[in-house]
């Protein structure tokens, strides 16, 4: 989201999610990282903002809560130009007067982009930082451009609180997800 952005790292690496039914998993005693609460998906090639914010609408309305309730976003960041602008106003659209409360973390920003693995990279990521308590630092930034809005991105290591978070996703041919998780 920086203002000399110029495009994406390619990155290398995957990450598994494991999901069952969460009375089975208290019952074998598993290790639970987080409980899905909310999924919202859209696709419009041509408007990157419209789907992006629909698709965290409709996770936020599946969830129960509202942006306020979250306690940081993991943002896609693809370092593009026109991709991050779009990503930007789109969560502004969807925080509107709660934009500077909620934190906004990139993790491409430190491992690059992994194409397809990235959404679920991000998701691990995310589950790890609300269960360390630490949310980490976007590499390299510093401001965003004047006509993007004034986004919260996490720019030192800072306090994670336990609260859902929003997980996004986008594809280059416009798909978007977004998953809210809330800590257990």
């Given at each position: ?36 609460r909310g ?44 991709e991050d ?57 510093e401001k ?41």
């Amino acid at each position: 989201f920086d203002h000399r952005r110029d495009g994406t790292v390619p990155g290398e690496g995957t990450a598994a999610i494991f999901m069952e039914e969460m009375n089975l998993a208290r019952r074998r005693n598993a290790r639970i990282y987080g409980e899905i609460r909310g999924f919202g998906s859209a696709c419009n090639p041509a408007s990157p903002r419209q789907s992006i914010a629909q698709a965290m609408r409709s996770a936020l309305k599946d969830a129960g809560i509202e942006a306020k309730d979250l306690g940081h976003i993991s943002a896609i960041g693809i370092s593009g130009i026109q991709e991050d602008r779009e990503e930007a106003l789109a969560i502004g659209d969807v925080l509107g007067s709660s934009l500077g409360d909620v934190p906004i973390v990139a993790y491409k920003s430190s491992v690059g982009s992994m194409s397809a693995a990235s959404g679920a990279m991000e998701t691990v990521a995310s589950l790890l930082a609300v269960e360390h308590g630490q949310l980490p630092a976007v590499l390299n930034f510093e401001k965003s451009n004047d006509d993007m809005p004034k986004l919260r991105i996490v720019q030192k290591v800072e306090a994670c609180p336990e609260k859902p978070f929003v997980s996004l996703a986008r594809s280059y041919s416009g798909q978007c997800a977004a998953l809210v998780i809330a800590p257990v």
